[in-house]
């Protein structure tokens, strides 16, 4: 099952995800992350700048992009990756890409993604949000558990949460590319993080509730190696919280990134 870490703050659990991301990229100083854009993972990148990892050899995959926003918009997420990660972090620009940057059509631009993941030797570890449709990436509820990169529908109720960042709904685009379910499996480790009460009905369906296309975040139940972070405030419908609690605790050194 996950390890799920319920902490005080944002900023620790930021402090926990970058942890473990410096501890991977000293053991492999080109190693691949699965790069996550939205609120969730700035503390994260903010604990990630103040450690001072190098991370000039790191090699990134954005989990998803818009489609249909105009080059260099931006709210486009290679412009968020580009302000928020790559140049706060010192990533080297060539080494991140973002789905469908390659100059490609739209049509094949999932596969092609795909196979420039497979050819990097594939994701370490994957930094994942949650949204309250119960997505990861932007495989919204129905998305099918084995999905690989491809355009997607952004449900309303996304499109809602996202037009913080737009002038209006009606800016915030429709139609989205993103890595599949099938992708996100594929990946090492998961690291997923959630804060405040909005994400709680989102973060007990995922970890505690049925394996089900409807709830696409539950999909990480299936995988051997993840890492769920979440504030108080995300974990408070989570039934087993005291236990999560009492094995962070006890955790043995051995199980110890840091
Ligand atoms: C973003 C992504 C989404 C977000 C989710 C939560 O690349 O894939 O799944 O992680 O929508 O968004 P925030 O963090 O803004 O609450």
Same mark, same amino acid.
């Given at each position: 099952?996950?390890?799920?870490?319920?902490?005080?703050?944002?900023?620790?659990? @930021? +402090?926990?995800?970058?942890?473990?991301? #410096?501890?991977?990229?000293? $053991?492999?100083?080109?190693?691949?992350?699965?790069?996550?854009?939205?609120?969730?993972?700035?503390?994260?990148?903010?604990?990630?700048?103040?450690? !001072?990892? !190098?991370?000039?050899?790191?090699? @990134? %995959?954005?989990?998803?992009?818009?489609?249909?926003?105009?080059?260099?918009?931006?709210?486009?997420?290679?412009?968020?990756?580009?302000?928020?990660?790559? $140049?706060?972090?010192?990533?080297?620009?060539?080494?991140?890409?973002?789905?469908?940057?390659?100059?490609?059509?739209? #049509?094949?631009?999932?596969?092609?993604? $795909?196979?420039?993941?497979?050819?990097?030797? /594939?994701?370490?570890?994957?930094?994942? /949000?949650?949204?309250?449709?119960? &997505?990861?990436?932007?495989? +919204?509820? !129905?998305?099918?558990?084995?999905?690989?990169?491809?355009?997607?529908?952004?449900?309303?109720?996304?499109?809602?949460?996202?037009?913080? %960042? %737009?002038?209006?709904?009606?800016?915030?685009?429709? &139609?989205? *590319?993103?890595?599949?379910?099938?992708?996100?499996?594929?990946?090492? &480790?998961?690291?997923?993080?959630? %804060? @405040? #009460?909005?994400?709680?009905?989102?973060?007990?369906?995922?970890? +505690?509730?049925?394996?089900?296309?409807?709830?696409?975040?539950?999909?990480?139940?299936?995988?051997?190696?993840?890492?769920? *972070?979440?504030? $108080?405030?995300?974990?408070?419908?989570?039934? &087993?919280?005291?236990?999560?609690?009492?094995?962070?605790?006890?955790?043995?050194?051995?199980?110890?990134?840091?």
């Amino acid at each position: 099952m996950a390890e799920v870490v319920i902490v005080e703050s944002d900023a620790e659990a @930021g +402090e926990i995800a970058a942890s473990a991301i #410096s501890a991977l990229v000293r $053991e492999r100083p080109d190693a691949v992350l699965g790069l996550a854009t939205g609120s969730t993972p700035l503390t994260t990148w903010r604990a990630l700048a103040a450690a !001072g990892t !190098g991370l000039a050899a790191v090699r @990134g %995959f954005a989990l998803d992009e818009y489609v249909g926003l105009p080059p260099g918009h931006p709210e486009s997420y290679r412009a968020v990756i580009t302000r928020e990660v790559v $140049e706060p972090l010192g990533l080297t620009p060539s080494l991140v890409r973002v789905p469908a940057d390659d100059g490609g059509p739209i #049509s094949g631009a999932g596969e092609r993604y $795909e196979a420039d993941i497979v050819a990097a030797g /594939g994701i370490d570890l994957q930094i994942l /949000g949650i949204g309250r449709t119960g &997505h990861i990436g932007f495989n +919204e509820p !129905g998305s099918s558990l084995a999905s690989l990169t491809r355009v997607k529908t952004l449900a309303e109720q996304t499109r809602i949460d996202n037009a913080r %960042f %737009f002038p209006s709904l009606d800016d915030v685009p429709t &139609h989205c *590319i993103t890595q599949g379910l099938g992708t996100i499996l594929r990946a090492r &480790h998961l690291v997923l993080l959630a %804060f @405040g #009460s909005a994400k709680a009905a989102a973060v007990a369906a995922a970890l +505690e509730g049925p394996v089900s296309a409807s709830t696409p975040g539950s999909v990480v139940q299936m995988h051997p190696r993840v890492t769920v *972070i979440v504030d $108080e405030a995300a974990g408070a419908q989570l039934e &087993h919280a005291d236990y999560y609690r009492y094995a962070w605790a006890n955790r043995f050194d051995w199980e110890r990134w840091s």
